[in-house]
């Protein structure tokens, strides 16, 4: 077997997340690269949530809507997934779920219900009739209870009732590993390893899964065996990434106020205070965002997080950081908007704004990572952007790319070097903080605080050292000063770091920013395309050359095609096709082929919408 997709669905807060945590590490551990996504409902308990582990005998970089093994740990999970088993796959279900009525699903809601009811005949349609769906699809069913199940193999290790409820994440991952054929003793590992701050927690988890494999008799074909040795990797989350790449390029000073999903990385530094970061958690953004600024006058590197919400109170800042020259890194986790919108779901709806954040011309940087990997690297760039030019730095991700964990080689640290900016030498007296006579725009730089030695902070426009102006000479060599900056730093980044190409030859090039460049990659598979990964959006690599002549096709998560916009903004080019989703929803693999294969074959639209996902 070279390619196994594994989903675990069940309500919100009934630790689905580690079922799935457990499932991978195991794979993990027999040689498997292994990657997870999760998708949860905004709302804390009960709604419905479901994960998918993906397990390969390489690297991936998508995932696919159908899987092989679905593990449904309640009715709405069972209803929610119909057709999304592969034919031949797996579904591990409740018999008792069979002879509820769709009305009795306490937690679906009134859109899904109607969708669902009409799927299945009309009426209130029972759950059996979901189950024979399924079989008429060709999946093999497994009747499984899974509560009891935990129940009698938690009082057999020794366990109470309510104790043994709670193993019932380790339970449906021992079930379904115990159906593959896998070996107990990775999984045990997995245990042992995720609870090994707990012991006596750790010891019942592996009597449990024990007991289960005793119990779950392995299917006679579809087996799950180990590939070889997993080496040293690291199994990482797309915030934490983002956390260690601003540590590797050092990090000083964190402020944030907590906002899904941008919360999860000052959470993860706060968990290490190794890190040697302080973090601030602020009565509101205004406060965050003038916090970051103030730390990085005082010499700090600093940086926060925020997502669209957030972001939006910020603006003001930005450009008093714009004015005042001071490094800043914002990593902006893009979710579903305008407004609260989808607060747990993925898009790249704030790309115009990003561009444009804040009143008046400064120059500023705005990047975007496509990947977990990337959420590293590119962290770790912008705080050295920030820190050389003087400027505030965006760097744009996502709630997929947040909430996406998988394993990796380890990162480079090493590799990175955090840039000292331009410093003075040495200081006295008043000292000329936004000197004319500057390289790229870029003046020599003290901390404020600097014994013997200070300058004027102001948010009007000012003087070489600070003192407001409105003469019109200084204005016009201060704002040409500022501007310089995106020039020096498009020649210092040079044109392979700010896009990446695959088969730029092909007469039909794909154009993508952020988290779409790996499910493109993936459904571009053995077709006649080439990929275009924008990776700055500001300052925007030039492409001209690179396009010309060719067919080109944008794929993006908004609905009115912001990137391409800015295309035909920087290029003059308008693409052919553009493809988007906006349903907060991640691409998966099967709905970008299909596209990309309407696009080949000459029947596609200008504008597709894809509309995938539950």
């Not at 750790?202 to 040795?229: D, F, Q, T």
């Not at 020259?325 to 709806?349: A, D, F, H, N, W």
């Not at 690179?546 to 290029?571: D, R």
């Amino acid at each position: 077997m070279e390619d196994y997709t594994w989903r675990v669905g069940g309500p919100q807060g009934g630790g689905i997340e580690t079922a799935a945590t457990l499932f991978a590490q195991a794979l993990a551990r027999g040689g498997w690269w292994v990657s997870a996504r999760r998708e949860y409902h905004s709302n804390i308990m009960g709604r419905h949530s479901y994960l998918d582990v993906r397990a390969t005998r390489r690297p991936t970089r998508a995932f696919f809507e159908r899987v092989d093994l679905l593990a449904a740990l309640d009715a709405e999970t069972l209803v929610r997934h119909l057709g999304e088993v592969k034919p031949g796959g797996v579904l591990v279900h409740d018999p008792e779920a069979a002879r509820l009525p769709l009305s009795k699903l306490a937690m679906l809601d009134s859109a899904a219900y109607r969708r669902i009811a009409v799927a299945l005949g009309g009426g209130d349609p029972l759950v059996q009739e979901a189950l024979e769906r399924y079989r008429d699809e060709g999946v093999h069913l497994v009747p499984l209870a899974l509560e009891p199940l935990a129940r009698e193999a938690g009082e057999a290790a020794g366990a109470d009732a309510i104790t043994a409820r709670k193993t019932l994440n380790t339970v449906a991952v021992a079930a379904s590993l115990a159906l593959l054929g896998y070996p107990l003793e990775l999984l045990e590992g997995a245990l042992e390893a995720h609870f090994a701050a707990k012991p006596g927690v750790a010891e019942l988890n592996r009597r449990v899964a024990a007991e289960v494999y005793a119990r779950v008799e392995p299917l006679k074909e579809g087996h799950l065996e180990p590939v070889g040795s997993p080496g040293k990797r690291i199994y990482i989350n797309g915030s934490h990434a983002s956390a260690m790449g601003k540590v590797a390029a050092g990090l000083g000073f964190m402020s944030y106020y907590p906002i899904t999903p941008a919360t999860d990385e000052p959470f993860y530094l706060e968990a290490h205070p190794e890190s040697g970061v302080l973090v601030v958690q602020v009565e509101d953004e205004l406060a965050a965002v003038n916090m970051a600024i103030g730390a990085s006058m005082a010499g700090a590197r600093a940086a926060l997080t925020t997502s669209g919400p957030g972001f939006a109170l910020m603006t003001e800042s930005l450009g008093f950081a714009g004015l005042t020259e001071t490094p800043l890194v914002i990593s902006l986790y893009q979710r579903g908007g305008p407004s609260t919108g989808l607060p747990t779901r993925t898009e790249q709806g704030d790309l115009r704004f990003a561009l444009g954040a804040g009143h008046g011309d400064y120059p500023r940087a705005v990047l975007a990572s496509e990947s977990v990997a990337d959420n590293f690297h590119d962290a770790a760039l912008a705080m050295n952007l920030a820190q050389r030019f003087q400027l505030p730095v965006i760097h744009l991700t996502d709630k997929y790319l947040a909430s996406q964990t998988r394993t990796l080689e380890p990162f480079d640290v090493a590799a990175i070097e955090p840039d000292p900016g331009v410093q003075a030498r040495e200081a006295a007296g008043v000292f000329p903080r936004f000197s004319l006579n500057a390289e790229g725009g870029v003046s020599p730089r003290i901390p404020v605080g600097t014994p013997g030695a200070g300058y004027w902070i102001t948010s009007d426009e000012h003087d070489e050292i600070g003192h407001i102006t409105e003469d019109p000479e200084l204005r016009d060599a201060m704002m040409e000063k500022r501007a310089a900056k995106m020039d020096a730093l498009k020649e210092w980044l040079g044109a392979d770091a700010m896009y990446r190409a695959w088969n730029p030859g092909a007469d039909i090039l794909v154009l993508g920013w952020g988290s779409t460049g790996g499910v493109a990659l993936e459904a571009m598979t053995g077709l006649d395309l080439g990929y275009i990964q924008v990776r700055f959006l500001l300052p925007f690599p030039d492409l001209e050359e690179l396009i010309s002549g060719k067919k080109l096709v944008v794929l993006e998560y908004n609905q009115s095609g912001q990137f391409a916009h800015l295309l035909t903004q920087e290029t003059g080019r308008k693409p052919e096709h553009l493809i988007v989703k906006y349903n907060g929803r991640p691409m998966t693999i099967e709905e970008v082929r299909a596209a990309f294969e309407a696009v080949l074959s000459g029947t596609a639209p200008q504008y597709m919408v894809l509309r995938g996902g539950v």
